[in-house]
């Protein structure tokens, strides 16, 4: 019940910031510079004035503003995003074809920092005041700092052009023509070098995260009660401190989604992996206005989706939650 | 303690605070050792480095001087990382005062407002602000500014809810002193260490976000930045990954080196809350 009630409300609220962006996203379009019809006719070859009111007709756009308003918020509430001015394809169907590998991707980055985060942070809260705790947090604090694009190329350099480990383009080998398992393993060794690079700056912020978290979490009174028991320090570590070090660690992964929406555009740009970031970066370079403000709208609804998922989590993770809830 | 003695305390951000200086010395030097625009062709492309003299870094895929380059680049981020963190503390101070000193439903709606903005997933929508507008410094500076004001929001509202019911605040009131004239005279100036210690580190993420703009070709096509030359030299990579190297270290420097300042001046204005390192 409670939980049925939590739902409701984050929905509710998600509805009212994909309508706001839908109207921030028309407002956009408006300021785009150029006449829609004139690219087109521009890319097209033809630019007499009747080809011209021709296009604007079949796109609406020799409506007045608030029709194409309308138009616009009931298309995407229909889930018509209209069609990509480039490739003449909705931009729907585009979106959809890209997003099981950005999902992949990201998925997979967000486990891998997860984890790794978590297990370096708790181990620099084991070592505060020794070098090699001070070794891990200098480190976070590196990977924290370097652009992603550029761990990317370099990443490209060193496992695929100079080492030939690692493949460093695309989702799988073309023309290989691999089926069942094959497939899969093709697929993972493609997906090592874009996770990893997405995934280190993420692991960054766990680790300085969790680390924090710990040291906040170890000086509760609970902890000193199971260190005066007796309990031996490794299940103190893991039962008393890691297990609430947690829960502001969920909330910040759920907070940190946004970012990986943003770092998946860099790292599928550089690594060719067909995700919608590649397609954002293909959008931009042809300045296809209307397939960019589609991918926009989506990112933030994957954001949103994220967002519920990480409260649900939360409310699961700590039961103080659910009396607080609605 | 003086105050730069707690920040030299941490050796981190003097380490740090050395960095910035020599790259802000980068960025002023660069007229003077290099007078010539760096667009300018001056050499056979994808010279290595080291292989000539007056070319330690070699040249680009258009024979462009690489050092010429990283050192005008300088300039480009650092303007631009100060100068749209200022416009954010412009944007992000006074909502976050006029919501945490009013608190109610001016904070309520204020609040709603930011929460919008941290919804939206930064990067994308900077992108977008970006193309929209057309590339250009202003709107380089404009598009990091509006997605990177809410922390600063949330800040200073916190700040401004825990100081509004202090005993100084309550004279000033009874004194007769304007709403305004509290928020401006007698809150905002004891929330300026935590605003100082987060503008120092958001200058460093608006770096890393300029970065990544330009490497998408969203950068001021008149002006030289260290993330254009790493997207230039993207698809060359294989040939000339000095093209790209050589940037990259000079951004993560520079980020590096704010993160380590900033770091520092945390333990030297805030020494009660300053954690064990």
């Known amino acids: 019940m409670v939980y049925a009630r939590l739902i409701l409300m984050r929905l509710f609220k998600a509805v009212i910031v994909l309508f706001l962006i839908v109207i ?48 616009y918020v009931s298309g995407i509430a229909m889930l018509d995003f209209g069609y990509s001015y480039r490739l003449g394809v909705p931009v729907f169907d585009l ?10 991707l990201t998925g997979t980055a967000f486990v891998l920092s997860l984890v790794l985060g978590i297990v370096a942070g708790s181990m620099a809260a084991a070592r505060v005041k020794k070098p090699s705790g001070s070794l891990i947090m200098a480190l976070a604090l590196v990977f924290y700092a370097t652009p992603l694009f550029w761990v990317a190329l370099m990443s490209v350099v060193v496992f695929s052009v100079y080492l030939g480990w690692l493949p460093a383009y695309g989702l799988y080998t073309v023309g290989a023509g691999h089926t069942g398992l094959a497939l899969v393993l ?141 | 303690m003086s105050f730069f003695a707690r920040f030299a305390q941490n050796r981190g951000a003097l380490v740090g605070l050395i960095i910035l200086l020599l790259i802000i010395a980068m ?69 976050g005062a006029i919501a945490g000193y009013y608190g109610g439903i001016i904070d309520d709606i204020l609040m709603r407002f930011t929460e919008f903005f941290q919804t939206i997933p930064n990067f994308a929508l900077a992108i977008v602000l970006v193309a929209i507008m057309q590339p250009s410094i202003t709107s380089i500076v404009l598009a990091i500014a509006i997605v990177s004001w809410p922390p600063v929001a949330r800040l200073v509202r916190a700040e401004f809810m825990s100081l509004r019911n202090r005993e100084y605040v309550e004279a000033a009131r009874l004194v007769g002193q304007s709403n305004t004239t509290i928020i401006l005279r007698q809150i905002l100036p004891n929330t300026l260490s935590p605003i100082i210690v987060l503008a120092s580190l958001m200058v ?6 300029e970065s990544a703009l330009s490497f998408l070709g969203l950068g001021d096509p008149n002006v030289m930045s260290w993330g254009y030359m790493i997207g230039a030299a993207r698809t060359v990579i294989r040939q000339a990954w000095w093209l790209s190297f050589f940037p990259g270290v000079a951004i993560l420097l520079t980020v590096l080196a704010l993160n380590l300042v900033g770091e520092g001046l945390d333990d030297a204005l805030n020494p009660k809350l300053s954690r064990e390192r």
Do not use: C
């Not at chain 2, 870094?57 to 024979?63: I, N, V």
């Not at chain 2, 631009?80 to 416009?87: A, D, P, R």
């Not at chain 2, 460093?204 to 976000?209: D, G, P, R, S």
């Open chain 2, 204 to 209: 460093a993420t608006a770096i890393l976000l």
């Open chain 1, 186 to 326: 093709d697929v993972a060794k493609h997906l090592v070098l874009p996770a990893t690079t997405l995934a280190l700056f993420f692991m960054a912020i766990y680790t300085r995260m969790t680390r924090t978290s710990m040291l906040d979490a170890a000086q509760q009174d609970y902890v000193k009660t199971a260190r005066a028991k007796g309990l031996k320090p490794g299940i103190i570590q893991r039962r008393h401190v890691l297990r609430n070090a947690l829960l502001p660690i969920i909330t910040l992964a759920g907070l940190q989604a946004g970012q990986m929406v943003g770092g998946a555009i860099l790292t599928e740009t550089v690594f060719a992996w067909p995700g919608i970031g590649r397609l954002m970066f293909e959008a931009l370079q042809q300045r296809d206005y209307n397939l960019l403000l589609g991918i926009f709208f989506f990112s933030a609804a994957l954001v949103i989706v994220f967002n519920i998922i990480t409260d649900l989590v939360y409310s699961l993770a700590d039961p103080r939650i659910k009396k607080g809830a609605a």
């Open chain 1, 95 to 104: 979106i959809m074809d890209r997003l099981p590998a950005t999902l992949l």
């Open chain 2, 27 to 95: 960025a002023i030097l660069a007229p003077l050792l290099f007078p010539e625009s760096p667009w300018r062709m001056v050499q056979r492309p994808f010279l290595p480095p080291l292989s000539q003299d007056g070319f330690p870094l070699g040249t680009d895929t258009m024979g462009r001087n690489v050092a010429s380059g990283l050192m005008h680049g300088a300039w480009v981020s650092l303007l631009i990382g100060l100068v749209s963190t200022s416009v954010a503390l412009l944007i992000g101070v006074p909502l």
């Open chain 1, 24 to 71: 921030f996203n028309f407002l956009l379009i408006q300021l785009a510079p150029g006449d829609p019809a004139a690219i087109l006719a521009g890319e097209a070859g033809a630019a007499d004035q009747e080809f011209l009111d021709q296009l604007r007709e079949r796109f609406g756009l020799d409506q007045p503003m608030y029709v194409q308003l309308w138009h």
